[in-house]
């Protein structure tokens, strides 16, 4: 059973940065692809970036391009998400997620999902 646990959401001004963490404890044979999604009030869940546990392929919303950078420490099972130049369509909640379909932008093959870190922006 693997565990996510994010950390580093909160609030910040339009134009602000922050940086999320999502640390994956349990068996590492069993990590595939990890990445965020992200929900807000009212809207569907969607994929915001996913990168490989075996290579640095990675993959970005178009929303989010050129603003946000995943990355991850394969040595410490944490992938981060370096979110810049945060707008005021950015404040949702954002889940960190592992499973085979991440790079896929699917929520079906996802296997399993951390409880969420807010993020807030102000105008």
């Known amino acids: 059973q693997v565990q996510l646990a994010e950390s580093g959401g909160g609030l910040v001004q339009a134009g602000g940065s922050l940086r999320l963490s999502c640390a994956a404890s349990g068996p590492s044979g069993s990590r595939y692809t990890m990445g965020w999604f992200r929900q807000a009030p009212g809207k569907e869940r969607e994929f915001v970036a996913g990168?490989?546990?075996?290579?640095?392929?990675?993959d970005y919303a178009d929303f989010v391009k050129g603003r946000f950078t995943i990355s991850r420490d394969g040595a410490k099972n944490i992938v981060f998400l370096q979110m810049n130049r945060l707008n005021p369509e950015d404040p949702a909640d954002y889940c960190c997620a592992e499973g085979a379909s991440v790079l896929d932008r699917s929520q079906n093959g996802i296997r399993y999902w951390g409880h969420g870190t807010q993020v807030t922006v102000s105008s």
């Open positions: 990168i490989r546990c075996s290579d640095p392929t990675a």
